[in-house]
C-alpha cells in the first residue's frame, strides 16, 4: 500500500532552520506531484509549498515564499522542504500528500492530494 513517510521536524529556535524530508513508497512516485500543509492547534491545514511530477514548477503560500523551499528526487522516492528563518508562527504538524494533478490551482487544495503522510511535528520558539 501506499506510504509517506515524514521526519526531520522537531524544536528550534526562531531564526533556525530545518529540513523536511518525505519517503514515498507502493506508488509511482515520478508521477506524482508532491505538496507539503501544515496544521497548527486550532486552525485548518493549510497549504505550504508544491513540486510537479517533472520538477519542473514550484509553488509557495506568500507566508513561506523566500524562507522554504521544496525539491524531490525521484530517484529516492523523496521530497523536501527546507525551511530557513523559521518563526514561530511557523509552528505546526507538517504533512506531506501525493496528488495526480500538477496544475497551480489543485496543488494548493487539500482535496486534490490523493494519498497523506501521518505528519511531523515542527515547534518554532521565539
Known amino acids: 500500500q501506499v506510504q509517506l513517510v515524514e521526519s526531520g521536524g522537531g524544536w528550534v529556535q526562531a531564526g533556525g532552520s530545518l529540513r523536511l524530508s518525505c519517503a514515498a513508497s507502493?506508488?509511482?512516485?515520478?508521477?506524482?506531484?508532491m505538496g507539503w500543509f501544515r496544521q497548527a492547534p486550532g486552525k485548518e491545514r493549510e497549504f505550504v509549498a508544491a513540486?510537479?511530477?517533472?520538477?519542473?514548477?514550484?509553488y509557495y503560500a506568500d507566508s513561506v515564499k523566500g524562507r522554504f523551499t521544496i525539491s524531490r528526487d525521484n530517484a529516492k522516492n523523496t521530497v523536501y522542504l527546507q525551511m530557513n528563518i523559521l518563526k514561530p508562527e511557523d509552528t505546526a504538524v507538517y504533512y506531506c500528500?501525493?496528488?495526480?494533478?500538477?496544475?497551480?490551482?489543485?496543488?494548493?487544495?487539500?482535496?486534490?492530494?490523493?494519498?497523506w503522510g501521518q505528519g511531523t511535528q515542527v515547534t518554532v520558539s521565539s
Open positions: 507502493g506508488l509511482t512516485f515520478s508521477s506524482y506531484a
Open positions: 500528500a501525493a496528488a495526480r494533478s500538477s496544475s497551480k490551482w489543485y496543488m494548493q487544495q487539500p482535496t486534490s492530494y490523493d494519498y
Open positions: 513540486i510537479t511530477w517533472r520538477d519542473t514548477s514550484t
